[in-house]
């Protein structure tokens, strides 16, 4: 039997709490300009929600939820990507100002620009941990800096160090920007042959770290539903020990997932996006710090 229409992550199990009472605040992001191939982002952290609904309390280990999670109303960014990317700016930065734990949920990977724009304000060294198969590291791309293709060179322009996992489709300039600012990396080709390796991180990448997960990051028979998917991405499992080991002892700042676009009558993608977040969140809440000892 279906739910009737829930606007709160775990709404289901939680009903509606204060937000002083929980640490994850989860911010709705249906922001869809420019994307290049397959739509759908914009409906994405609906059907994540929608999804979520559904998740046990219980993810195999502990119970996320026990720290609380509070959803805040969609943000409205249907005007200009400046204007979108500003909102998600400042809601993020509104969530800090809380002392809490902002969880994005996109839309196209263009409202992690928001958010990296209000860990710029933080003052403190900070290193991105993206799970991708793209790099997104263009400058511009159809005309726009502000392209889902550009997401990452934000957050290299604002002097993060990034660490990419899981890539498997570059431009030659994507290529030579790695290597201009020492952007690292560890392809889907290297997991392939290699595995993951121990540490997962270099040794001087920062403490303090902030997640952006594009769900293409994952193999597409893991979650089709998403605008550019690519062949031979990242499994389930292995993606879980990659963010259990980049989690692990560090402090959080916040993470986002990005571009769920929802196939009607297709269930799967939509779930499995939504324990993404949870299983993130239980990672976060046994393993790791928060920025603000909350």
Same mark, same amino acid.
């Given at each position: ?45 609906? $059907? /994540? ?22 959803? /805040? ?81 934000? $957050? ?9 996992? =899981? ?49 293409? =990051? ?6 089709? $539903? ?7 991405? /990242? ?14 002892? @560090? ?23 939504? @324990? ?19």
């Amino acid at each position: 039997m279906k739910s009737p229409a829930l606007t709160g992550f775990l709404e289901s199990e939680l009903g509606r709490p204060r937000p002083e009472d929980c640490l994850f605040h989860v911010i709705p992001a249906g922001f869809e300009k420019t994307v290049s191939y397959g739509t759908g982002t914009a409906r994405g952290p609906q $059907a /994540l929600i929608d999804a979520s609904q559904y998740l046990e309390l219980y993810d195999g280990f502990s119970v996320p939820a026990e720290r609380g999670i509070y959803t /805040l109303p969609p943000l409205s960014t249907s005007h200009s990507s400046e204007q979108a990317v500003n909102t998600i700016e400042a809601a993020v930065t509104s969530v800090f100002d809380a002392k809490k734990i902002p969880v994005l949920l996109g839309g196209e990977h263009t409202v992690s620009v928001g958010a990296f724009r209000a860990l710029s304000r933080l003052g403190v060294p900070v290193g991105v941990v993206h799970f991708d198969a793209h790099a997104d590291l263009r400058d511009t791309y159809e005309g726009s800096s502000l392209s889902h293709a550009c997401a990452l060179h934000h $957050a290299v322009a604002a002097g993060f160090s990034v660490f990419q996992i =899981g890539v498997r489709s570059l431009s030659e300039f994507d290529v030579a920007y790695r290597k201009e600012k020492n952007v690292r990396f560890l392809d889907a080709c290297d997991l392939y042959g290699k595995g993951v390796p121990s540490p997962l991180l270099p040794p001087d990448f920062p403490q303090t770290i902030y997640i952006t997960f594009d769900v293409d =990051g994952l193999d597409p028979s893991v979650i089709p $539903a998403t605008g550019t998917p690519e062949p031979g991405g /990242l499994f389930w499992f292995q993606a879980m020990e990659m963010l259990m080991a980049a989690i692990s002892g @560090r402090t959080i700042l916040g993470f986002d997932v990005v571009e769920l676009a929802p196939i009607p009558g297709h269930h799967a993608s939509d779930f499995a996006a939504a @324990r993404l977040v949870y299983n993130i969140m239980g990672m976060i809440s046994r393993h790791g710090r928060t920025f603000f000892g909350s």
